[in-house]
């Protein structure tokens, strides 16, 4: 997670807002990208926030689609397969090229 996210995301679990949506109902990894990728008048933090949501919200029509035939299925069970498609899986690598690359700076 690079430091922005984590900063948005310690801001978000600090906030009123969290507080509320926690406090009448559950939020999915889904709702939590779209709430830690926006500015704090609704709109989204950057053109490329803007495409990773769409790809989300595509990517969770194509498996309501799918699905609806099927009452079994839990639709909040498969956020975090849909994340995983759009953004690819956690990638631990960024994080340690950072913490190379700022070590070189500093030597």
Not at 25 to 35: A, E, P, V, Y
Not at 64 to 76: I, P
Request: net charge neutral; aromatic share 8%; glycine share 4%.
């Amino acid at each position: 997670m690079l430091r922005y996210q984590w900063e948005d995301v310690a801001r978000f679990w600090n906030s009123k807002k969290r507080e509320e949506l926690s406090s009448s109902k559950k939020f999915g990894h889904l709702q939590l990208f779209d709430i830690t990728h926006r500015k704090k008048d609704g709109s989204p933090m950057t053109t490329e926030a803007v495409e990773i949501m769409e790809k989300l919200k595509d990517k969770r029509a194509e498996y309501e689609a799918t699905t609806s035939s099927d009452s079994s299925f839990n639709l909040g069970n498969i956020d975090n397969q849909i994340i995983i498609e759009v953004l690819g899986p956690e990638r631990y690598g960024r994080a340690q090229a950072e913490v190379q690359r700022l070590r070189d700076q500093m030597a």
